[in-house]
């Protein structure tokens, strides 16, 4: 389970927030290839609240590339991307920065791929057959657990 260090916008005394304490937002990485999935993934991460997307990369290499200037919370992962396998991306994530919540997003829905997906390191794994219902529910859980 994440632990957060003590927040200096808590009070000592009974924990309250600050007032004028920033609001903590989850900040959401997309890694998908298929503009209609983007296109649907891009409005259930912003319409969540509590959760900001800081980027939609289409491809691997693009995915990388944010990776250097940015640090999200969440990446949300498609498995097939046009430069290679998620799974790959995955790994260098969870070896580099172990924090961050992987949710590995694919329209493959084989037997041996959700634990494929849980051997490279996933935190969670959902179908894009299931329409992605399960996704806004999994955010703000994140959301909730300080994630």
């Known amino acids: ?3 957060a260090p ?3 916008y ?3 005394v009974n924990a309250t927030p600050n007032k004028n304490a ?3 937002r989850l900040k959401v990485l997309v890694v ?3 503009k209609v999935w983007r296109d649907r993934l891009v409005p259930l991460v912003n319409e969540t609240p509590g959760v900001e997307l800081i980027w939609a990369a289409e491809s691997l290499t693009e995915a990388r590339e944010i ?3 940015v640090r999200p919370d969440v990446v949300l992962l498609d498995l097939r991307l046009p430069d290679g396998n998620g799974l790959d991306l995955l790994r260098e994530i969870k070896k580099s920065r172990p924090e961050v919540f992987v949710v590995v997003l694919t329209a493959l829905d084989g037997p041996s791929v959700s634990p494929s997906c849980f051997a490279a390191g996933a935190d969670a794994f959902l179908s894009k ?3 992605l219902v399960d996704l806004p529910e999994l955010l ?3 959301v909730g657990s300080g994630q």
């Open 1 to 3: 389970m994440f632990a």
């Open 67 to 69: 990776l250097l200037m």
């Open 140 to 142: 703000a859980s994140l």
């Open 22 to 24: 920033p609001e903590r």
């Open 32 to 34: 998908e290839d298929t």
């Open 6 to 8: 003590p927040s200096p």
């Open 10 to 12: 808590l009070s000592p």
């Open 129 to 131: 057959s299931s329409g």
